[in-house]
């Protein structure tokens, strides 16, 4: 059985994962006092000191007696999950690293996981624990010890470009922890990097006046260089060369393999290793790679292609580059999967680190992701010999075989002791026989047989005799159904549920509310269950929360599923309208939403965007496989859902663009007209933005008339306005031009101010672009007038620039110094760099026109910093001409 103990939290215990029940008070303390200091000596004294407190038991003699006794309880207690041993003067708690939250948070952020160690805070620290002091001296370093390593994660999230998703739980920290200046740094750096300069500013008032009515002190140096720096806008936009440690967590009781561990580390370059499924070739790899870390300083990055999934789609080569080079800390991730290669192979140069291509089904599933660096080890794991890559990469090849005799009783031993085969040695050698040395049916195996330590061996291998059943088609001398079989009938009924229908789920992995939703059953209960497969090693757990199944084990489960459509229409239910309601965070009146729920699911809800942005995120491969599984069921109004929903998302995850075609053009013939109008604009934009202009201009054209024909007048304006950018891009300005004046004639048809005023905005630059400047004058005091009265900084500001740029193309540069210059402050506040750097070239081009040339001079190079920024030609350009000018 496997024991789990809890104390980042609520002090807890499971047991299989269902609760195991303390008796509160002393029991409590004293459980908690050793698990604070696992697997280390703690003194009779000090143990006495935190149970009792103040009001010990009067002499030395009997506050020992007493403390065995708590001692015997707590014992009793614990049963099976007992992990309290007696020391000489002292006890101490023996826990495994996997046992024990606070150890898995620490080996966590060890290897630089600070949001995976973050995620196992469960809320306050030993909450129901009554010592004053272990609250007083033990509680607030681990507090301390969580604050750091959250400040850790942000600023690794603000380092990645998540500035925006940051700002709201930033704010709830601050609120949380006044005093504590770092959360506020990040604040400050979050709101200036998303576009809130005066907001940032205003943070720093904030803190400033609680530090000084609080402490009678200043801010410390780093907020107030941090200030001064947001006041010259001198932020740096925060990008940098990050180390990733991507590997999953190993197995345990990892035996044998010491001939292809070595293997692995005389080689260089590409290594292939191979063999049948539930073989150990993951196992051997990440056993090998976490020795030999040091060896790559640069980090390994780690990719499970899916070759083999009974149920998920292989992932492509596009979705595998990108979460490579988001792994390398790449921010802009280009949109076609060549771009991403090429751009991969670049990231990588120079680079010594660790490449793990796990699970390939082909050599043309890796060719593309090698990556052709010296300094870069590739190992890739396959069930074929992918031969290609030896013949063109030179790739060593490592075949695993089945464990021999030796190491398969080891693994049984390290699970089930010694002693226990020596007593029956004859039926320790059938089951290795049995289970063909294959490490996966060995685990399983001997999970279940720990379970019974006082039953003979024997029995179990008669046990296994009744249940033989055919081999799974790709092995001759395993029995692998009767292994996986023999341990699914010892699940009590609702384990043996859950596992059957986990087969159901779509996608690659899931969380405890998937499981819950799929299975019909609550969160807490849905969490105990998955434990207890995991303990009979049935599901496998690689990251704190999130489960999947070995693709054996998949289809196995797939074959005893039977009548699986309601689990199916829960868990596609679940997923649809979990993401109805991250997508409502964002925008509370969306124009379609999904049918009211029929399978009776509660679906999640967010507290904020920054949550909601992050589930999506997690969950894209998931949402991808929920919609293909709900057309291939004939659900198309929920497959619908899901891109219609997804278009938030997208605006700010440009790299998901080119999966997002394929799911959009999947549903496109999906709904009414007027829902299939709404999808097709989207779509038309995306292929837009992926270079597909063709299929852009048809589907503006299509989308377009079912908006008209359905009377969204408003959508219809937007969609306007959007092939707008397309005509601009196929070289077509006089269409462009004539799109946005439609759309301009609906805003005034609707009395939609903010319509009109994008699209008349959008009028003065083309005709700005056409070199009409006089028309885009008299169109830009159109548009004065009608964004005042909306009372919008930003849009009043870029009115005020296009109106300033045909003013200095007319030479009335007096007039256009007063447009200008406050709407370029105005662009760099909100974060539209590309404005305000266009802006400032024209602010130079009109303190030239007036003779200020040295404000001329700052104002270009302001210019070329923003241009450069955003890495565009126009900043070499515009500084030949500052070199000119000077």
Not at 9 to 36: K, M, N, S, T, Y
Not at 123 to 140: M, Q
Not at 469 to 492: E, K, P, T
Not at 840 to 865: H, K, N, S, T
């Amino acid at each position: 059985m496997r024991a789990e103990y809890r104390v980042l939290g609520p002090l807890e215990v499971l047991l299989d994962g269902a609760p195991v029940e303390i008796p509160a008070g002393r029991c409590h303390v004293l459980l908690a006092a050793l698990l604070l200091r696992p697997n280390q000596f703690v003194s009779v004294d000090e143990l006495v000191d935190q149970v009792w407190g103040s009001e010990p038991p009067a002499a030395d003699r009997r506050a020992r007696k007493t403390l065995q006794m708590v001692v015997r309880r707590l014992r009793l207690a614990l049963g099976e999950a007992d992990c309290v041993l007696s020391r000489p003067g002292g006890y101490q708690a023996a826990v495994d690293p996997d046992q024990l939250d606070l150890l898995r948070f620490r080996a966590l952020v060890g290897s630089g996981d600070f949001g995976a160690a973050s995620a196992l805070w469960r809320g306050p620290v030993l909450g129901n624990v009554p010592s004053e002091r272990l609250h007083r001296d033990e509680v607030p370093r681990l507090v301390n010890e969580r604050l750091t390593v959250l400040e850790r994660r942000i600023d690794a999230d603000l380092e990645r470009g998540f500035a925006g998703e940051l700002v709201a739980e930033l704010r709830s920290l601050v609120a949380e922890h006044p005093l504590r200046e770092p959360f506020w740094r990040q604040l400050m750096l979050a709101l200036y990097r998303s576009g809130q300069q005066a907001e940032a500013l205003s943070a720093y008032q904030e803190v400033r006046t609680k530090l000084v009515e609080e402490l009678g002190v200043d801010p410390g140096p780093a907020l107030q260089e941090l200030h001064q720096q947001i006041l010259r806008a001198e932020v740096s936009p925060g990008v940098r060369r990050q180390v990733p440690r991507q590997l999953p967590a190993g197995v345990r009781n990892f035996v044998g393999r010491a001939e292809e561990l070595a293997l692995l580390g005389k080689s260089s370059g590409v290594t292939v290793v191979h063999g049948v499924g539930g073989v150990g070739k993951t196992a051997l790899v990440l056993r090998w790679a976490r020795e030999a870390r040091e060896d790559f300083p640069d980090g390994d990055l780690y990719v499970n292609l899916r070759g083999f999934d009974p149920e998920a789609q292989p992932l492509d080569l596009s979705a595998a580059a990108e979460m490579l080079l988001i792994g390398l800390g790449v921010d802009e991730i280009p949109v076609g999967a060549d771009a991403r290669l090429a751009l991969l192979r670049t990231t990588l140069v120079d680079r010594r680190l660790l490449l793990v291509l796990d699970n390939a089904a082909s050599p043309r599933q890796v060719l593309p992701l090698l990556p052709g660096a010296a300094r870069v080890r590739v190992v890739i794991t396959s069930r074929n010999q992918l031969r290609a890559l030896v013949s063109q990469h030179d790739a060593t090849t490592i075949g695993l075989q089945q464990l021999e005799f030796d190491a398969a009783r080891s693994l049984l031993a390290a699970v089930l002791g010694e002693r226990r085969l020596d007593a029956d040695p004859e039926a320790a050698r059938e089951i290795v026989e049995r289970c063909g040395g294959l490490p996966l049916a060995l685990r399983v195996f001997a999970e279940r047989v720990s379970r019974f330590p006082d039953t003979p061996l024997r029995e179990f291998v008669d046990e296994l005799e009744a249940a033989r059943l055919d081999a799974l088609s790709d092995f001759q001398d395993v029995d692998l159904r009767a292994v996986f079989g023999w341990s699914y009938q010892a699940l009590d009924e609702q384990s043996a549920r859950m596992f059957r229908l986990l087969s159901v789920h779509p996608g690659p992995d899931f969380d405890v509310s998937a499981a819950a939703a799929l299975a019909d059953v609550s969160v807490a209960q849905a969490r105990r269950l998955l434990e207890r497969l995991v303990a009979d090693h049935l599901v496998q757990s690689r990251s704190p929360g999130r489960y999947d199944m070995h693709d054996l084990l998949r289809a196995y489960a797939t074959e005893l599923c039977e009548h699986d459509e309601p689990a199916a229409l829960r868990v596609i239910e679940w997923y649809v309208h979990t993401l109805e309601n991250a997508a409502l965070i964002e925008n509370e009146r969306a124009l379609v939403r999904a049918d009211e729920v029929t399978s009776g699911v509660v679906p999640q809800d967010f507290a904020s965007r920054f949550d909601a942005m992050v589930w999506v995120r997690h969950e894209w491969e998931n949402l991808r496989e929920v919609l293909f599984a709900a057309v291939a069921r004939g659900w198309t109004r929920l497959a619908l859902m899901i891109p219609t929903h997804l278009e938030r998302y997208l605006v700010y995850n440009p790299t998901r663009w080119s999966e997002a075609v394929d799911m959009f053009e999947a549903v496109q013939t999906f709904g009414t007209a007027r829902e299939q109008g709404f999808l097709l604009l989207k779509l038309a934009s995306l292929y837009t933005d992926v270079g597909r202009l063709d299929d852009s201009l048809t589907c503006f054209d299509d989308a377009l008339r079912f908006v008209r024909e359905s009377g969204e007048r408003t959508a219809e304006a937007a969609g306007l306005i959007n092939q707008a950018v397309l005509y601009h891009q196929l070289g077509q300005p006089e269409n462009s031009l004539e799109n946005q004046r439609r759309a301009a004639e609906i805003g005034v048809e609707l009395a939609d101010r903010y319509l009109e005023s994008i699209a008349r905005a959008n009028i003065g630059y083309f005709l700005n672009l056409l070199g009409r400047f006089e028309e885009a004058i008299e169109e830009a005091e159109r548009a004065v007038v009608v964004v005042t009265e909306l009372d919008d900084e930003y849009l009043i500001a870029r009115v005020h620039a296009l109106h300033g740029r045909a003013l200095v193309a007319l030479g009335r540069c007096d007039e256009a110094l007063g447009r200008l210059g406050p709407a370029a402050e105005t662009m760099v506040k909100f974060g539209d760099t590309s404005n305000a750097a266009e802006a400032q070239e024209y602010l130079g081009e009109a303190l030239l026109g007036v003779d200020r040339l040295e404000e001329a001079a700052v104002a270009w190079q302001r210019a070329i910093d923003l241009w450069r920024d955003l890495g565009s030609d126009q900043a070499e350009e515009l500084t030949a001409r500052l070199a000119d000018l000077r």
